[in-house]
């Protein structure tokens, strides 16, 4: 299983879900993992920051990160990554972190259509 969320819920995972990362610049404070290749880049941040317009960052995202990437890859990459995760013994679960609420308008909700798309079964922590 494959989860999303958000920073501000990270104290409150389940020990077995292991947080990475998926956005360009992590909070100081986190020193989890990390998987940039599904981060948004910098001048699509910067454009939805003085827009707010969700096609146009949908359809970017889309053509200049999730195009570019295989889903059985990209799940094959954070496998791997938990795999080295020290003291995993049991089912280790992900959920794929960044900052917007739950219910608010983010990159890892268009990551989690394209990766259940794709087979992989991912959803919201809901905590």
Same mark, same amino acid.
């Given at each position: 299983?494959? =989860?999303?969320?958000?920073?501000?819920?990270?104290?409150?995972?389940?020990?077995?879900?292991?947080?990475? $990362?998926?956005?360009?610049?992590?909070?100081?404070?986190? $020193?989890?993992?990390? =998987?940039?290749?599904?981060?948004?880049?910098?001048?699509?941040?910067?454009?939805?920051?003085?827009?707010?317009?969700?096609?146009?960052?949908?359809?970017?995202?889309?053509?200049?990160?999730?195009?570019?990437?295989?889903?059985?890859?990209?799940?094959?990459?954070?496998?791997?990554?938990?795999?080295?995760?020290?003291?995993?013994? =049991?089912?280790?679960?992900?959920?794929?972190?960044?900052?917007?609420?739950?219910?608010?308008?983010?990159?890892?909700?268009?990551?989690?259509?394209?990766?259940?798309?794709?087979? =992989?079964?991912?959803?919201?922590?809901?905590?």
């Amino acid at each position: 299983m494959i =989860y999303t969320s958000y920073f501000a819920m990270l104290r409150k995972l389940p020990s077995n879900i292991i947080p990475i $990362s998926i956005c360009a610049k992590v909070p100081q404070w986190y $020193s989890g993992l990390q =998987y940039k290749k599904l981060a948004p880049n910098y001048n699509l941040l910067m454009h939805w920051k003085q827009n707010y317009d969700e096609n146009y960052y949908i359809k970017h995202f889309q053509s200049e990160v999730l195009d570019k990437l295989q889903p059985r890859e990209v799940v094959l990459d954070l496998l791997t990554m938990i795999g080295n995760f020290k003291g995993i013994d =049991y089912d280790p679960q992900i959920v794929l972190m960044c900052y917007e609420k739950s219910e608010d308008f983010c990159h890892r909700h268009l990551v989690a259509k394209w990766l259940n798309n794709s087979g =992989y079964k991912t959803i919201e922590l809901k905590i």
